[in-house]
């Protein structure tokens, strides 16, 4: 049965959060994220779920809380926003090489300094090599959908891997929207219940995990998870396929919009892939051929997929809501180009960081990028390394 | 408890547990640590009165007892610390240390 | 774009401006709207000036930026005359609701709007709510005269929707309940064109 809610982003992750009903959550509080575990821990005392909820000292504590849960074979989960995600960095590795199926909302927001609290991406881009599987969303019902569907993902048998299920800071946390929910009985089927491959409190198996591991071992272990995220990909596009039949509402590892016959095409993550498709329709009304392709899953890349999008497109924007400092784009723009190397006919390819600190992208900073790609076409110069709407 | 399973050296990545969890208790009696040993202890059953103060000390779990009695000492996992030498009574000294070279 | 209505409230901190726009929106997605509400956040500081926004359509609403031409400007607070620009990039044939016990010619003159296609409502909405709320909380009657002058959703449905809000946000004083409510119905009655 369906649910029609108005809902903030953070409100839905919170509903969700309840709906999956975790044995663990272990958190500590941080702007735009602090309203989810603050929201989830009413469900707690209102004895809505049978959570134990660990309030930690810092995010650091809260993620090293949420591994010793998972490891003890609980379903554990926790919640942050930048400055906090660069606190626990060192085991946020650990959560991962030690193969723990933690899933962790993380409502992006930009890294200080000077000291800012609204969206970017620069927290969980940082994150993009730490071994967790990342997920965005473009709006309330997709941070929804996400963090249940993250969690068949995380705790398929293959895959125990950790996932991020990334949502705009404001923009989607604080904004409330109509979204669908799902009843609490037809979610907790779908994610079904939680076995370990292994658990530290059993105390007739007794295991030893996170033990040395020298040169002899440590690169097989590496590969290892290089070969379940590899393996993630498949999961995660059987487990959208499951939850579309379940819902109606459709998910992959990219969006298109509007690809088909693409002449110009934007690639963005998160909340302005919404303003990009307000704008894609008015521009195909004056006839301009242009397109969008959303990354909803960032890692693991889906490179082919990408490939494919724009193979037949003359001239790609990549948008990056994070600057990586390399004086060579965002990692999404270095990303997508690598994932077109090998192709013999390749769109032309620019780079434009936008929306730094919660700068605001209004239909008309996203318009005058194609406005940009339909000069690119025509055969004019541009630069390959633009930040959208910086005052010069 | 499951089964002992020794993963040997040169194992390839599939075939060696994720994470490196090691799935089983115990594994450390197959890891023969008596070469670390530069001096070794020696026990005089003559003068051994079975205190057991060496098997309670012994960090390596290396003083070999049975029925209530130090049979021996367990040379593959001994490291030579010479705890069990230093608590043997001072009227006893059942145990005493000696170069790892001046083995007979 | 031409089929979404978008509002902009002004306050105070304090003042309720983000409470009524997500009543607003709450109403109009329990009337069967699509709706976004937000506010523009920055540091909370009681008394400081605050911006809140509305979206509402009959279709699935993408669009995730500020609102930059409203239809409707909602001013919870008069004082803000010559400190913050409430008329900005407000759309032609659109209207500003104001707090005040003077007339919209009053606030016409103000504003020097005299030519320009824009509407201006008042409704003494500090007076009301002391009255009837007993306390300066002008964000709920202001909300009853913008959904009149809005005319976005059927008014008993609103009242509904704005009743079943009200009784989970005072779930520990049930008496503001009927006391906002009536707030609001005075706000219909005496909203001034």
């Known amino acids: 049965m369906k649910i029609r809610h108005s809902l903030t982003g953070n409100e839905a992750m919170a509903e969700a959060m309840r709906q999956i009903n975790p044995d663990v959550v272990a958190a500590y509080p941080i702007t735009p994220q602090t309203e989810i575990v603050q929201l989830f821990s009413n469900s707690v005392a209102d004895g809505k779920v049978n959570t134990e909820f660990v309030t930690v000292e810092s995010e650091h504590s809260a993620m090293s809380a949420t591994i010793g849960a998972s490891a003890a074979g609980a379903r554990a ?54 071994g967790w599987i990342q997920i965005y969303s473009e709006n309330s019902q997709e941070a929804y959908d996400n963090l249940i569907q993250a969690m068949r993902v995380a705790e398929h048998s293959e895959i125990q891997l950790p996932v991020m299920v ?65 393996n993630s990909a498949a999961v995660i596009r059987d487990v959208a396929k499951e939850w579309e039949k379940l819902t109606g509402r459709s998910y992959d590892m990219i969006e298109e919009y509007r690809m088909e016959d693409a002449e110009i095409a934007i690639v963005a993550i998160g909340s302005a892939t919404g303003t990009a498709k307000v704008v894609i329709d008015g521009l195909r009304e004056k006839g301009v051929k242009a397109g969008l392709v959303k990354i909803r899953v960032f890692r693991p890349f889906p490179k082919e997929e990408i490939a494919k999008a724009l193979a037949n497109t003359k001239a790609v924007a990549i948008m990056d809501r994070a600057e990586s400092f390399a004086d060579f784009g965002g990692p999404l723009f270095r990303d997508i180009r690598a994932s077109l190397y090998d192709h013999d006919v390749r769109p032309k390819m620019v780079s434009y960081v936008y929306g730094l600190g919660g700068r605001d992208v209004m239909p008309e ?9 339909e000069r690119l076409v025509k055969g004019e110069q541009l630069p390959m390394l633009n930040h959208l709407g910086v005052r010069e | 408890m499951s089964e002992k399973k020794v993963i040997p050296a ?13 799935p089983t208790a115990g594994t450390a009696q197959e890891f ?61 000294k059942a145990l005493t240390m000696i170069a790892q070279s001046e083995e007979e | ?26 109403s109009a997605a329990e009337a069967g709207k699509y709706v976004q509400a937000f506010p523009e956040y920055g540091p ?46 407000i759309l032609d044939g659109g209207a500003i609701l104001i707090n005040t016990s003077e007339t919209p010619a009053d606030w016409k003159q103000k504003l020097s709007l005299d030519g320009k296609n824009i509407r201006i409502y008042t409704v003494d909405a500090s007076k009301i709510s002391k009255e009837e709320v007993g306390g300066n909380f002008p964000n709920t009657p202001m909300l ?14 609103a009242l509904n929707a704005i009743r079943s809000k009200l009784t989970i946000k005072f779930r520990n004083k049930p008496e503001l309940i009927d006391r906002n409510l009536k707030a609001i119905q005075r706000s219909f009655e005496e909203v001034l064109s």
């Open chain 1, 77 to 130: 989960m926790t919640a942050t926003s930048a400055n906090g995600l660069a606190y626990m960095w060192e085991v946020v590795y650990i959560a991962a090489s030690m193969r723990l199926p933690i899933v962790m909302p993380v409502v992006n927001r930009a890294l200080s300094g000077p000291i800012n609290i609204h969206c970017d991406h620069s927290d969980t881009m940082g994150a993009r090599d730490s």
């Open chain 1, 166 to 230: 990334c949502m705009d800071g404001f923009i989607i946390s604080h904004g409330m929207e109509v979204i669908e929910m799902e009843d609490d009985d037809t979610v907790r089927k779908f994610i079904g219940e939680h076995k370990a491959n292994y658990s530290l409190l059993d105390v007739k198996n007794p295991i030893t995990m996170g033990p040395l591991d020298l040169q002899d071992f440590y690169f097989e272990h590496k590969k290892q998870q290089a070969e379940a995220m590899k």
């Open chain 1, 365 to 373: 900073d996203i318009a005058s990028v194609y406005a940009d790609l």
């Open chain 2, 10 to 22: 040169g194992a390839t990545w599939k075939e060696i547990p994720v994470a490196g969890i090691i």
């Open chain 2, 32 to 92: 023969k640590t008596g070469d670390w040993r530069t001096r070794k202890p020696i026990h005089d059953e003559k003068k051994c009165i079975n205190c057991l103060r060496c098997w309670i000390y012994c960090p390596d779990a290396s003083i070999m007892v049975k029925d209530g009695k130090v049979i021996g000492i367990d040379y593959d996992h001994c490291k030579g610390c010479g705890i069990c030498a230093n608590v043997c009574p001072d009227k006893v």
């Open chain 3, 1 to 26: 774009m031409a089929e979404i209505l978008e509002i902009r409230w002004h306050g105070r901190g304090g003042q309720g401006a983000k409470t009524a726009a997500l009543l607003m929106g709450e």
């Open chain 3, 44 to 89: 909370e500081r009681m008394g400081a000036p605050v911006t809140a926004y509305n979206r509402i359509s009959n279709n699935p609403i993408r669009l995730h930026c500020s609102v930059q031409n409203p239809k409707y400007v909602v001013v919870l607070d008069p004082t803000f005359l010559g400190a913050v620009d409430f008329t900005n990039g």
């Open chain 3, 144 to 157: 009853g005269a913008l959904i009149k002058v809005t005319n976005v959703l059927p008014v008993e449905e």
